[in-house]
Nanobody, 125 residues
Framework: RVQVVESGGGLVQVGGSLKLSCTIS????????MGWFRQTPGEEREAVAC????????NYLDSVKGRFTISSDNAQNTLYLQLNDLKPEDTAKYYC??????????????????WGQGTQVTVSS
């Protein structure tokens, strides 16, 4: 069965950095586009970034462009999200999943509803 495990979140100050990791097992990782979503209490999940299959194209939410970078290590079945210059509005729980990676908006749409427990990012001002 498919298992999704996110890690790497934490508490950082404004302007700080984190690198999130997501390991997905139970499927052929490089057969799918992958993406990161985030969610705050009471709000819907929003797509933050995605990477296509093959890993030739990325797409980002406007508010994170230039600050976040999505990447993958297909050999390790691992997806990454580098978060730089963090802002209080980046505070959320972050999730990764299989996606249809858009070329404009929306950034991505989730496929198959495979979700992990997420990893919390909290940015203090």
């Amino acid at each position: 069965r498919v298992q999704v495990v996110e890690s790497g979140g934490g508490l950082v100050q404004v302007g700080g950095s984190l690198k999130l990791s997501c390991t997905i097992s139970g499927l052929d990782f490089d057969d799918f586009a992958m993406g990161w979503f985030r969610q705050t209490p009471g709000e819907e999940r929003e797509a933050v970034a995605c990477i296509s299959r093959p890993r030739t194209r990325t797409n980002y939410l406007d508010s994170v462009k230039g600050r976040f970078t999505i990447s993958s290590d297909n050999a390790q079945n691992t997806l990454y999200l580098q978060l730089n210059d963090l802002k209080p509005e980046d505070t959320a729980k972050y999730y990764c999943t299989l996606v249809s990676c858009g070329s404009s908006r929306p950034v991505a749409e989730s496929l198959f509803n495979y979700w992990g427990q997420g990893t919390q990012v909290t940015v203090s001002s």
